[in-house]
């Protein structure tokens, strides 16, 4: 359930209530693809840095180590140890974006593991039962994610395969959680508004989708490549159609300005992997822009990655001690900076939040907008 607390434009201060506990929105879910944060962070991890939502993959997990092991763990919370809300992405994207062979028709898609190429078939009934196993909070629905650009006569024919998908993946939720032997039978369904870079694609099947009564419903198919501001636009575009009354996901984004300019068009839940892949590579993300921790100036500088941040490594740890970490090629060095950058994504959230309560996004978004992208 969603409940609106308070609008400043197009911008949504909310709560989203689930069977796992309550998300202040808008939120960042943090991404443990295979059940962790690549980078050495653990749910307790998570926790401690106030990521409200941990995000994991159903193609990953099905891959290894089997939803039905996870199943047999007492589900993805148990076997992680995070106790918040989980939602499973489909594996829909990591379908046709890993698998370098693949064939795909109305049943669903034959593909290649990318780990051993055994040939596996996932359709909405198989990603909703695996997905079922692994008794995650939220449940995405199983969609094509074309490539962008893509030719307007296959993207109509997509979203319309995507949507039969999407009916099919309802029928099968409400199966599975009516069983006596399904772990949660509580378990929430998103749908995935589709349509490429064609506004009248993406309007069109929100407004159809909208009608179903699902828990949620996100934006997929976008930060694949297209130009950030065709992305704005076709937020812009479909952000009317999506049910007020419901928390809306935009997939995959992205960078700390992305999400300020989600946040302004009425988005409520974020998710990338952007933070923990730049920090292990040294790339931090501060109030003042982002800052490259291997670079020589870093040496001898005692200070911490941001003075304005209160995160476990920032109180604890120098720069020069995390560029000494990355030069000797120490597992720690990988830790550290990904537990800043998760911890700033998820405090930046909060600030958004506390801006949007006060009334103030409008000139906090006017003062960080150009800022937090900037490479120092």
């Known amino acids: 359930m969603y409940q609106l607390l308070r609008k400043e434009g197009f911008a949504r201060r909310g709560e ?21 944060i690549k980078g050495a ?19 990953h997990l099905h891959l290894r180590p089997g939803d039905a092991l996870v199943k047999e763990m007492g589900g993805i919370r148990q076997f992680t140890g995070f106790p918040g809300p989980v939602l499973t992405d489909s594996g829909g994207f990591q379908v046709f974006s890993l698998a370098k062979l693949r064939n795909i028709r109305e049943e669903g898609v034959t593909f290649a593991s990318h780990i051993d190429g055994h040939r596996i078939f996932m359709g909405p009934e198989e990603s909703m039962r695996i997905q079922s196993n692994l008794a995650s909070t939220v449940a ?36 599975l959680n009516a069983r006596h032997d399904t772990l949660n039978r509580k378990q929430m369904m998103f749908g995935i508004n589709q349509g490429a870079t064609y506004e009248d694609l ?43 009354d419901k928390p809306r996901y935009l997939m ?25 892949r730049n920090a292990r590579h040294g790339h931090l993300f501060t109030m003042e822009g982002i800052i490259n ?58 600030m958004i939040r506390d801006a949007l309560d006060a009334g103030e996004f409008e000139a906090f978004f006017a003062k960080y907008s150009e800022i937090l992208d900037r490479r120092i």
């Open 16 to 36: 989203f209530t689930t069977p796992h506990g309550t998300v202040q929105t808008p939120c960042f879910m943090n991404v443990a693809t295979c059940g962790a």
């Open 252 to 276: 995959g984004v992205g960078t700390p300005v992305n999400i300020l300019e989600g946040v302004r068009r009425g988005v409520d839940l974020f998710d990338c992997v952007m933070p923990s």
């Open 293 to 350: 921790i291997n670079n020589a100036k870093y040496e001898r500088d005692e200070g911490p990655v941001d003075p304005q941040c209160d995160c476990p490594v920032c109180r604890r740890h120098s720069r020069a001690y995390l560029r000494h970490l990355f030069k000797a090629k120490e597992m720690l060095a990988m830790r550290l900076s990904v537990m800043h950058n998760l911890y700033f994504y998820n405090h930046l959230m909060q």
């Open 202 to 244: 993406r309007v069109e099947n929100m407004r159809k989708i909208a009608e179903w009564e699902l828990d949620g419903y996100a934006i997929g198919g976008l930060a694949v490549g297209e130009p950030a501001e065709v992305m704005y636009r076709i937020i812009t575009a479909v952000e009317p159609f999506a049910p007020a």
């Open 140 to 175: 995405m629905a199983f969609d094509e994610c074309v490539e962008n650009p893509a030719p307007r006569d296959y993207a109509e024919k997509s979203v319309a395969m995507t949507e039969r998908w999407l009916w099919r993946c309802k029928e099968e939720m409400e199966r």
């Open 41 to 59: 962070l653990s749910a307790y991890d998570l926790t401690d840095i106030g990521c409200q939502i941990q995000l994991c993959n159903t193609y």
